[in-house]
């Protein structure tokens, strides 16, 4: 599920992926060893505010000299490909599996466009579709047989435009744009034990947190809120009237843990956040059992990943208060990425912020 755009040949080194973020870029590039995937280069750039806000492109000239560092600046070795497959920002595109009565394949894209615009908060003139018939024998939706189930994917061409100029001007190649919840699925469903019951995975960036809900073998919906790590960062800062780097660090430091006096009062001040994430996470499962017409006893696992996901205890905290299984996203399995993430697990989770870009630098060896 893609916004193909160009889809020109690879040349022989793969193309790389790129994650754009309103605050950071990063960037990677993997290459096949044999039965292996090894990381050829990776990076990962804070940029200024201001330049992207809320996925939107504010200042063109600004983010192309971001992307040249991140290029130049890449470890062990700068990138210097130009084919790029590079993300949507979740904000900005709608994913869901529509049901729709059975349709002649003729009249099949005029009518989704239509049908999009009832689902999607845009008009049909000013968005990118991208849609794919599933396998209907089951039909996902009230288990009625006469209907056909259509995953679609929209984003605003104002935005993909954007995001195209910006491409041009930073003479590079965009062979593939995606849906940042489309690459995030990719690397990280990758394990057979994702083959059985709902998975949702709750990604916690620095300016939202993304849903995404799946199952075997096609992601179902995502949705994103406004929860997000910058938010638990001021909430310490206006807490105990610090800078935001120093609260950035003492929410890094304690967490959710309340193992000092001064763990407790982070934990005070990062619970009314919690809640409201533990509540959208209810309220989006609830959706999901009632719009796919699943039991609200579905056996759901929960997948967290993003660099919010290194909050301490954040995990047992999420596991208890929502009572179901909550698993750090393991998306190196057979990746050969220990020069990028040291060895052990706490380590590859001080990495989970790099799922997205590893994600999209996936797409041209796993299809
Ligand atoms: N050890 C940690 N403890 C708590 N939070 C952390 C830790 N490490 C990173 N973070 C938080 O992770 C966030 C950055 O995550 P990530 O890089 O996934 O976001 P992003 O992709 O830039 O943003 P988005 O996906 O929202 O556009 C920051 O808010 C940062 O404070
Ligand atoms: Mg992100």
Request: with cysteine; proline share 4%.
């Amino acid at each position: 599920m893609v916004f193909d755009i160009i889809r020109e040949s690879f040349n022989n080194l793969p193309a790389f992926g790129l994650d754009f973020s309103d605050r950071s870029i990063k960037v990677m590039q993997l290459y096949r060893d044999g039965k292996r995937i090894k990381i050829l280069s990776s990076n990962r750039r804070k940029i200024p505010s201001g330049l992207l806000v809320d996925g939107e492109i504010k200042d063109a000239d600004g983010l192309v000299k971001e992307i040249h560092e991140t290029l130049k600046t890449a470890s062990p070795f700068p990138i210097k490909n130009k084919e790029t497959i590079l993300s949507l920002p979740e904000s900005k595109c709608f994913i869901k599996v529509i049901k729709m009565p059975k349709l002649n394949i003729d009249e099949i894209e005029e009518t989704i466009r239509f049908k999009a615009e009832e689902y999607f908060p845009l008009n049909a003139e000013e968005m990118y579709l991208d849609w794919r018939l599933l396998d209907t024998t089951e039909c996902p939706i009230n288990n009625k047989g006469d209907c056909t189930d259509i995953l679609v994917a929209v984003a605003s061409k104002n935005i993909v435009e954007s995001y195209l100029e910006v491409m041009d001007k930073s003479d590079l190649i965009p062979v593939v744009f995606e849906a940042e919840s489309v690459a995030t699925t990719r690397a990280l469903l990758r394990d057979e034990a994702y083959t059985t019951g709902s998975v949702l995975i709750v990604d916690l960036g620095n300016d939202r947190t993304s849903f995404i809900f799946y199952k075997y073998p096609t992601l179902k919906f995502t949705q994103s809120i406004p929860v997000s790590g910058e938010k638990f960062t001021l909430a310490v800062a206006k807490g105990f009237k610090i800078s935001f780097q120093k609260a950035e660090k003492m929410k890094y430091e304690m967490g959710l843990s309340r193992d000092s006096e001064a763990g407790e009062k982070v934990y005070e001040l990062l619970l009314p956040l919690m809640e409201d994430l533990v509540s959208n996470i209810s309220k989006s499962i609830d959706y999901y059992n009632d719009y796919f017409g699943t039991s609200s006893k579905e056996d759901f696992k929960i997948v967290i990943c993003g660099g919010g996901a290194n909050l301490r205890s954040i995990d047992t905290f999420l596991s208890k208060v929502l009572d179901k299984s909550v698993e750090f996203a393991n998306p190196w399995r057979e990746i050969n990425a220990t020069r990028l993430i040291g060895q052990g697990s706490a380590a590859r989770c001080r990495t989970l912020f790099y799922t997205t870009a590893l994600g999209l630098s996936l797409y041209n060896l796993s299809n």
